[in-house]
């Protein structure tokens, strides 16, 4: 099957700084994807060129249309949740599932009012009236009411307290995801995320600086505690990232063999911010 | 189409002034009357004469001034409603980043943009219509009951036949009319509420002032500064026909100096209208910048 979302060399400039720097990569369908950076590395401008939400350089296909001619059609079949809740503050929840279900043709509402009866909000309420966590529910329900194939969050538990936050995904991943759709996601809690992904993109400075499955992860990158000893027996193996824990350091590998790793000190799979932390770190270096 | 319906509808959820400043202005408007009505009474009796003495059809004139002053009354109140909400609408949703909600629902620029104009140049003139027509013949009744009680058969000097349809016509013509010709005028405040980042107001009024200044000062001429001013008001003139035609019944009251045209309809007069090249090249200026405001809506990035 040919790739949901396919970029080849975007570029997208805000005056002198580049937030996409020829950024190519593919998104297959049914994965979740981790679109994981720091502040400015052209994160948000990506998921805009995606939603068509901003003009861009480079060939970009989504869902097998050019989101800059075609937003408003490929906007039936992706929902988009942003940062911060952007659903109009004067509205009220019944008049937000008539819309639409007025103007959306994959939407439905009877699904939408069944998992908005699970959550305290009132139908009658005005959004302005309800808390920051009811409104990411209300969008929520709104979004996993609408049968579309990809669905892209940007930051969206952003302000949440950490029941909501656990809840959101656990519908995400309960009541929405499945094969036929795909999830991509920016967030800055990478942890809360890490057992929710099925594939990583690093993007730092406009630029992928990894792209891969979580698989491959596990596979490709190994942590290795090693103490005093046998360190420069370790750092002749060409470890991408060190820290110090403790007195002892912590050494990343790349491509390193796991039999060998484990001669040096106790072997583990890295988590997905020690090396999000060697990835952009050493892009920087 | 259904689609469009929801645009507006929900445009109408939002801006509820365009329902309850005609209702509120035709509720006062007849709310004065009824407080007043010993005055009217009076009035009335004191006119017994002259009404009496009125032919059949200048007793129309009576009803089309009624709806007329109401027509009147509530358009002067929903002009500034327009024109704020022109101003504002595609401001309004980048401030509060609702913008990044409506553009996730499959709805194109063009169509979001189109729904903002209909609401100024078919709904808003539809419920102005409406409203007068409606607080019109509420007046009719509170009429019907001041002159039954200053002696005068309010059936044989309000109700007379065929007066409402003249009106009707007369109202529709005027609010169509008046919306082509200020076409260009509402398409420009839609482009800067597309375009300005903040101080809409100053975003709109400032770039004719600017240009009307400029050619005062290099051409000492006042063109643009004119056309500004025919946009605004040139529509009567060109559209209506006033006074020159005999066949219009006027009744001039000597004491206050209030004419009352009897048959509305006679002063529609298209032909200098329709055959005015001001008309369509002002429907021309006004599409381009539509289309741009279109343009602005749809390729702004929010996060420069």
């Not at chain 1, 019944?94 to 509402?109: C, E, I, S, T």
């Not at chain 1, 809360?192 to 990894?210: H, K």
């Not at chain 1, 039999?259 to 000190?265: I, P, R, S």
């Not at chain 2, 979001?112 to 609401?119: F, G």
């Amino acid at each position: 099957m040919a790739a949901l979302i396919e970029a080849r060399g975007l570029c997208k400039r805000y005056g002198a700084t580049a937030a996409l720097d020829n950024t190519s990569f593919s998104i297959e369908a049914g994965r979740i994807v981790g679109l994981i950076g720091p502040n400015g590395a052209g994160k948000t401008t990506a998921l805009k060129a995606i939603l068509g939400l901003t003009p861009f350089e480079g060939g970009l296909s989504v869902l097998g249309r050019d989101p800059r001619r075609e937003r408003h059609e490929l906007m039936q079949d992706v929902c988009f949740i942003a940062d911060v809740a952007v659903l109009p503050r004067w509205i009220k929840v019944q008049q937000v599932l008539d819309m639409a279900d007025g103007v959306h043709p994959k939407f439905n509402k009877g699904k939408a009012q069944q998992f908005l009866s699970r959550t305290d909000i009132p139908m009658t309420a005005k959004v302005k009236t309800l808390s920051k966590g009811m409104v990411t529910q209300l969008h929520l329900a709104l979004v996993m009411a609408i049968d579309a194939r990809l669905l892209v969050l940007d930051e969206p538990t952003i302000g949440l307290d950490i029941i909501y936050r656990k809840e959101f995904y656990s519908s995400l991943l309960n009541d929405y995801f499945d094969e036929e759709r795909t999830i991509l996601v920016t967030t800055h809690q990478v942890e809360e995320i890490q057992n929710v992904l099925t594939d990583l993109l690093f993007i730092n400075r406009g630029r992928i600086v990894l792209d891969c499955s979580m698989d491959e992860v596990a596979e490709r990158y190994t942590e290795v505690l090693v103490g005093p000893e046998k360190i420069e027996q370790a750092r002749a193996l060409g470890p991408i990232y060190e820290q110090d824990t403790f007195g002892r350091k912590v050494l990343l590998f790349e491509a390193v063999g796991r039999a060998e790793l484990e001669q040096l000190g106790e072997a583990r799979r890295p988590s997905i911010s020690d090396l999000f932390v060697a990835k952009v770190k050493g892009g920087r270096a | 189409m259904s689609g469009f319906l929801w645009l507006i509808r929900r445009e109408l959820w939002e801006h509820r002034a365009f329902i309850y400043v005609p209702l509120v202005v035709g509720a006062l408007m007849v709310v004065v009357s009824v407080l007043f009505s010993g005055e009217i009474i009076a009035a009335l009796e004191h006119a017994h004469g002259k009404i009496t003495a009125l032919a059949e059809e200048e007793r129309a004139a009576i009803f089309s001034a009624l709806i007329g002053q109401f027509a009147v009354a509530i358009a002067l109140f929903m002009t500034f409603v327009v024109l704020l909400y022109l101003l504002d609408c595609l401001h309004a949703e980048r401030v509060d980043r609702s913008i990044l909600f409506w553009k996730s629902l499959p709805v194109s620029d063009a169509k979001t943009v189109l729904s903002k104009l209909a609401m100024a140049m078919v709904v808003a003139p539809l419920i102005v219509l409406a409203s007068a027509l409606f607080f019109g013949i509420v007046e009719m009744i509170v009429l019907t009951i001041h002159f039954a009680a200053a002696g005068l058969g309010p059936w044989e000097y309000l109700w007379g036949p065929s007066r409402i349809f003249g009106t009707i016509t007369f109202l529709i013509y005027a609010v169509v009319v008046q919306a082509l010709w200020h076409f260009p005028l509402f398409a420009w405040l839609l482009l800067v509420s597309a375009f300005a980042k903040r101080a809409v107001f100053l975003w709109a009024i400032l770039p004719p002032v600017v240009v009307i200044w400029l050619e005062k000062v290099i051409f000492d001429t006042h063109w643009f500064a004119d056309q500004i001013g025919e946009r605004v008001v040139g529509v009567f003139p060109l559209a209506f026909e006033f006074g020159s035609g005999g066949h219009q019944i006027v009744i001039t009251d000597e004491e206050t100096g209030i004419e009352l045209t009897a048959r509305l309809s006679e002063l529609i007069n298209p032909g200098p209208f329709l055959s005015s090249p001001a008309l369509w090249i002002g429907l021309v200026i006004g599409a381009l910048l539509i289309a741009a405001a279109i343009w602005v809506r749809r390729y702004r990035d929010e996060s420069i």
